[in-house]
């Protein structure tokens, strides 16, 4: 009898026989992949999640976003979900426009704004200053130095605390605004703070609007990575 005589012969046990191995070995292969997987999710968790997790329970900072970066490249981060990568994606993308934020410069930033909106007022032309190319004006400037105000107006607030509006602060402040005006505009006497405090400059500022709005964008992403179920379950909810 040879061999496919004696398996036909043997049917059933024969077939029995061989289903049995073939779900035993798929059973393995599965057995396997869930422990492979399992290993996995857990270097993700311990690699990539868990110190992402501690970073944002400190204030933002450059140093942090350049730590967040790093980790964001971890090996690990390859057994992200897709909607783990999308979260991880945003909380990057926001936390990169908060980390370069700077109290003092934005103030600077507010304060030159706001000395921009009182020559205009005046009817003023801040930038008056032609710039050509090739013989024909392209656009129009502030005068040359001017940014030197900035850097004036960042020397004052270090100096002084704006959040309580000192006397001094203010009335360095409107010095300065008067010698640059005197330098690069007009001898007119303009009058400054009279429509807002200086209080109400830097807080109700559009570009104090903007900074909060990238603030609010990082807190939402923020609090989406950290509701996600990898991260709850290292917080212990």
Known sequence: MNFI?????NWYSNFFTLI????????????????YHKGNRNNLKMAVI???????ADG?????YDTLCAISKEYSTRYMSKNETKKLVSLLSAYEEVSLYNDTCVNADILFSYFEYKLKEHNIDVKPVPMEYEGEIV??????DLHYLSYDLERILKK??????????????????AHYCKKYY?????EYFDDYSLREVLSKSKIRE????????????????????????????
């Open 20 to 35: 049995t191995v073939v779900l035993s070995g798929i059973i393995s292969l599965v057995i396997s992949a869930l422990y």
């Open 60 to 64: 933002y900072s450059r140093k942090n």
């Open 186 to 190: 007009t001898s007119e006497h303009i």
């Open 139 to 144: 656009y129009y400037d502030y005068p040359p």
């Open 5 to 9: 005589d004696w398996f036909v012969s």
């Open 160 to 177: 002084n605390d704006t959040e309580i509006e000192p006397d001094e602060s203010k009335s360095a402040i409107i010095a300065l605004y």
């Open 50 to 56: 868990h110190p992402i997790v501690r970073l944002l």
């Open 210 to 237: 903007a900074w909060d709005k990238k603030f609010d964008t990082a807190k939402e992403a923020k609090e989406q990575f950290l509701n996600l179920k990898i991260a709850k379950e290292l917080l212990g909810k």
